[in-house]
T-cell receptor
Framework: ETGVTQTPRHLVMGMTNKKSLKCEQHLGHNAMYWYKQSAKKPLELMFVYSLEERVENNSVPSRFSPECPNSSHLFLHLHTLQPEDSALYLC????????????FGPGTRLTVT | GESVGLHLPTLSVQEGDNSIINCAYSNSASDYFIWYKQESGKGPQFIIDIRSNMDKRQGQRVTVLLNKTVKHLSLQIAATQPGDSAVYFCAENRKDSSYKLIFGSGTRLLVRP
């Protein structure tokens, strides 16, 4: 276990649904990240939060909406997704946004039908 | 364009042999490199890192080599074990973005018994 948990582990949703992914870290870290991992693309950074403030929005469509209510929790709110959004969504945390090791959760496997 | 890439998508080795996984990068401004291992159903796990002021770094059964002249990175695993079967990613970090990791597409390592 890395100290980063994600729920749900699997999610199937229709294009008109609204759902949320949850990430929790138990490491006392100050930075949290959302990544997208597709079958044919390298891991892509989506969002970065440092001390609950967003410091990176990597040209992600507005149908993905992150939320960081405190330094231990990170959400990714999903609405009106497209089939091409099907992927593994990984959460990670690190001590801070300097070059500190990033610890990844197990991911949420999302399928958009 | 700038990229981090891997030479081989799949590497098959005999148990007990040494494994070498290669990675090329194109941005000479990158000065920090990390290797991650991702097992099935899990998120990436940090293995070892190296800074550009070094050309070699050793860990437990793993060695990372950095050749800045040809922008090449390799991960050597000694006495490969079945538990080493996974996808291995290299990632680069550029001086101007301390937390932003650019990942390669990954190499799958298969260990034959």
């Amino acid at each position: 276990e890395t100290g980063v948990t994600q729920t749900p582990r699997h999610l199937v949703m229709g294009m008109t649904n609204k759902k949320s992914l949850k990430c929790e870290q138990h490491l006392g870290h100050n930075a949290m990240y959302w990544y997208k991992q597709s079958a044919k693309k390298p891991l892509e950074l989506m969002f970065v939060y440092s001390l609950e403030e967003r410091v990176e929005n990597n040209s992600v469509p507005s149908r993905f909406s992150p939320e960081c209510p405190n330094s231990s929790h990170l959400f990714l709110h999903l609405h009106t997704l497209q089939p091409e959004d099907s992927a593994l969504y990984l959460c990670a945390s690190s001590q801070d946004t300097s070059r500190s090791e990033q610890y990844f959760g197990p991911g949420t496997r999302l399928t958009v039908t | 364009g700038e990229s981090v890439g891997l030479h081989l998508p799949t590497l098959s080795v005999q148990e007990g042999d040494n494994s070498i996984i290669n990675c090329a990068y194109s941005n000479s401004a990158s000065d920090y490199f990390i290797w991650y291992k991702q097992e099935s159903g899990k998120g990436p796990q940090f293995i070892i890192d190296i800074r550009s002021n070094m050309d070699k770094r050793q860990g437990q059964r793993v060695t990372v080599l950095l050749n800045k002249t040809v922008k090449h990175l390799s991960l050597q695993i000694a006495a490969t074990q079945p538990g080493d079967s996974a996808v291995y990613f290299c990632a680069e970090n550029r001086k101007d973005s301390s937390y932003k990791l650019i990942f390669g597409s990954g190499t799958r390592l298969l260990v034959r018994p």
